[in-house]
Nanobody, 122 residues
């Protein structure tokens, strides 16, 4: 499975960005696709995930209420809409994928994209 993340950039606090993650390669009968982020000097953390075929979203406390994860299955693409961005959201954002059988939504994941940098200025 190949994952290609895009959509990062520089935005002012309070602004919005939409990240995209396009998947190609192996297909799954049921899977989860997630977004993680790693800020400088910090460990990588779970942000959000969505499952197929249930199309159920999951969020960390950091993303709940401000971030929305969605999927366009026809395009094999997952999106992360990020609103009301804060400087502490600055990080490299990674998308990831895994077979999903109902547990381990926050990890571990088997397939990872290359990351896209989000910088939120104050």
């Amino acid at each position: 499975v190949q994952l290609q993340a895009s959509g990062g950039g520089l935005v002012q606090a309070g602004g919005s960005l939409r990240l995209s993650c396009a998947a190609s390669g192996r297909t799954f009968s049921s899977f989860a696709m997630g977004w993680f982020r790693q800020a400088p000097g910090k460990e990588r953390e779970f942000v959000a995930a969505i499952t197929w075929p249930s199309d159920s979203p999951w969020y960390s406390d950091a993303g709940k209420g401000r971030f929305t994860i969605s999927m366009d299955i026809a395009k094999n693409t997952v999106y992360l809409q990020m609103n009301s961005l804060k400087p502490e959201d600055t990080a490299v954002y990674y998308c990831a994928a895994k077979d999903y059988s109902g547990s381990g939504i926050t990890g571990p994941y088997d397939y990872w994209g290359q990351g896209t940098l989000v910088t939120v200025s104050s």
